[in-house]
């Protein structure tokens, strides 16, 4: 990249952020109120017609990239207005669309991408998934778990020096028990199969309490390793 053309592109980046950041606000605030009242996101998206799937990636995918909103209530919402398989094919494709492009956008621009949507404070809280010995074993733990800061971790992945060959698998597939229990979840409660639906909802519960003391577990190992 030559010194005048950096400039130019810079400003196309900014752009399109904040376009993103304008089309998620806009967006995010509906998604909220749907969470609310999941019926609503359904006829929502059956507005849509055939391109209702399209619509839901975008959405999803823009989440991803700009997170404003957790991604647990669209994996919900998805179940919720495509059913079980429909429903986690989506979320697994669009999930993964987003993961990759902040994967690239990272590697390719580095941490000042990453500061934009995370405080200092919580990237840096991450660091030992760059100098510990186990670090990709460690990274596919912490991200296949259900309840640790995918976004974040999704974010910070490009940052580290682990392959993208591994990182792609890794961030993408990784994220398919958090998307089934979800869906799952949603899928039920569309049917009105509230006891199945709350059967979903506390093995999601365990699986993130899980996901948290694994994620809590392994930075704290990382600590005594590095002796802190």
Known sequence: MNKDSSPTIKAVIIMIVIA????SIYTGSHLLVFIDDPSDFRIWMQSFGVFAPLVYILVTVIQIL???????PMEILAGYAFG???????CLL????????????D?????KIVEIFFKKEKIDSLSFLRSSKNRIISFA????????PKDLLCYFA???DIDKRVLIPLITLGRFPSIITSTMAGSMLGEKSYLQALIYILAAAILSLTGVFIYRK???????????
């Open 107 to 111: 590697k390719k621009y580095g941490r």
């Open 218 to 228: 392994i930075q704290q190992d990382a600590d005594k390793e590095k002796g802190l």
């Open 141 to 148: 733990l912490i991200f296949t778990a259900p309840g640790t």
């Open 94 to 105: 669009a999930e993964s669309i987003g993961s990759i492009i902040v994967l690239l956008t």
């Open 66 to 72: 700009i997170p404003l909103i957790p991604g647990e």
């Open 20 to 23: 993103f950041t304008i089309f």
């Open 84 to 90: 079980s398989l429909k429903g986690t094919f989506l």
């Open 158 to 160: 490009g940052l580290t």
